[in-house]
């Protein structure tokens, strides 16, 4: 197994490390003013960031897994808030339409995604269905050349900010897993709308949104791949988006470490440093041991899908593994923080609500372990 990125790669890397470096000055100007600098977003854009996945016949980069895993530890480091589209726009959705979108679709989408002017949503979760997806209410019936849309989507991240939404409802209720079908929706289709921003504890703060589709005229050609395999889709494009959440666990992970190691180098306690408290030393070692772990599972998986191997066990591993270790991570960074580390505004403090949703998100770690163990006992 080689780890070590191609030079072009590793340019790619460090380049967003910097990027990350000087953006994460503005840090401190984003908890003052509960605003995100416009000069971190326009950054961002230039750099490429939305087309990552996307094909450069469409504009995007293309750039091949590990190296993509490495930027997006990188980009992991910044406030999740500096950048929500940019892992909208790496995430299922645009996994869905490069594989299984038509060519009017490719065409109309992917260009304007890649270039982050487009922005995409992605709705499974419903207030009656989440870790089981079969359960899902929302419907989708044919009439003539439209479908009807109808059924209530919630949890939706940066709906208010979607031109379309990739939505998933049963087409023939019937057929179980075969009924559920995946269609392109634009976000402004008469009878959707937008519940209020539903605030978190972090991650996406003013991100959230309920939907509400009530006979919806979808056209036909809204139709992604064939009837009946959105849930195959869907499945497909949440291999990578669980190792996207190792990669944004991680990246948390080092921000605390990074940000912890500093603070116990210059603060003082009983005379002397933190850092010369063996308590503490050994605290750190356990941080630096969790995130050394979490980045090798993490990068071996990302290799294996590199080269065409089912990564769906290695996938519920990565997803638990990094997103509990940055859990440790983040409590450990707050805890030698004192009481600074549980006050707003520190990087830390920040860190720790952050984390907490990428244990819940891309299916729970409790359905991972589910997936684990059906997997060993088969
Ligand atoms: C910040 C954020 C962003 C999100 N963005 C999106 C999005 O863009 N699009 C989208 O479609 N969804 C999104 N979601 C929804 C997310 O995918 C769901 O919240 C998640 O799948 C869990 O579903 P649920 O909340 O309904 O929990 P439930 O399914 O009700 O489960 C609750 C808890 O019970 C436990 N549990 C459930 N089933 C089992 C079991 N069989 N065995 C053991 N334990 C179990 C787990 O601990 C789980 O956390 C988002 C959620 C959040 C918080």
Redesign the pocket.
């Known amino acids: 197994m080689d780890l070590d990125l191609p030079a072009e790669a590793e340019a790619f890397r460090r380049a967003t490390r910097e990027v990350v470096d000087d953006l994460l000055q503005y840090e401190p100007e984003y908890h003052r003013t509960d605003t995100v600098p416009e000069v971190v977003q326009e950054t961002l854009r230039k750099m490429g960031y939305y087309g990552m996945t996307i094909p450069e016949a469409y504009g995007g980069l293309e750039t091949d897994k590990l190296a993509a895993a490495a930027v997006h530890v990188e980009l992991s480091r910044l406030p999740p808030q500096f950048w929500p589209l940019i892992r909208?726009a790496v995430g299922p959705v645009t996994h869905a339409l490069v594989n299984h979108g038509t060519q009017a679709q490719k065409r109309a989408n992917l260009p304007h995604m890649a270039n982050g002017t487009r922005k995409i949503?992605?709705?499974?979760?419903e207030p009656d269905?989440?870790?089981?997806v079969l359960a899902m209410r929302t419907t989708a019936v044919k009439k003539g050349s439209v479908y009807m849309l109808n059924g209530t989507?919630?949890?939706?991240?940066?709906a208010n900010k979607a031109d379309v939404i990739l939505v998933f409802a049963y087409t023939d209720r019937s057929k179980g897993r075969e009924g559920i079908t995946a269609l392109l929706v634009d976000a402004r289709t008469p009878g959707l709308t937008l519940s209020p921003a539903m605030p978190?504890t972090g991650?996406?703060e003013d991100g959230?949104f309920e939907l509400n589709f009530n006979n919806c005229e979808i056209p036909a050609d809204a139709l992604v791949g064939e009837e009946g395999r959105g849930f195959f889709y869907a499945l497909e494009g949440l291999n990578e988006a669980r190792l996207n959440v190792g990669c944004q666990a991680v990246g948390c992970g080092d921000i605390a470490l990074d940000t912890t190691l500093e603070y116990a180098k210059q603060r003082k306690t009983f005379g002397a440093a933190l850092a010369s408290h063996q308590a503490v030393q050994h605290m750190l070692a356990d941080m630096a041991m969790d995130q050394h772990g979490a980045r090798q599972v993490l990068f071996e998986a990302v290799w294996r899908l590199s080269r065409g191997e089912d990564v769906r066990l290695r996938s519920s591993m990565v997803k638990v593994m990094c997103t509990e270790a940055a859990g440790r991570t983040a409590d450990r960074a707050v805890q030698l923080h004192g009481g600074s580390g549980y006050c707003r505004g520190t990087v830390v403090e920040r860190v720790y609500r952050d984390v907490r949703?990428l244990r819940?998100?891309?299916?729970?770690?409790?359905?991972h372990r589910?997936m684990i163990a059906k997997h060993l006992l088969r």
């Open positions: 909208s949503s992605f709705a499974v979760t269905c989440g870790s089981d989507k919630t949890f939706i991240s940066n978190t991650w996406m959230l949703v819940i998100f891309e299916g729970a770690s409790e359905i589910n």
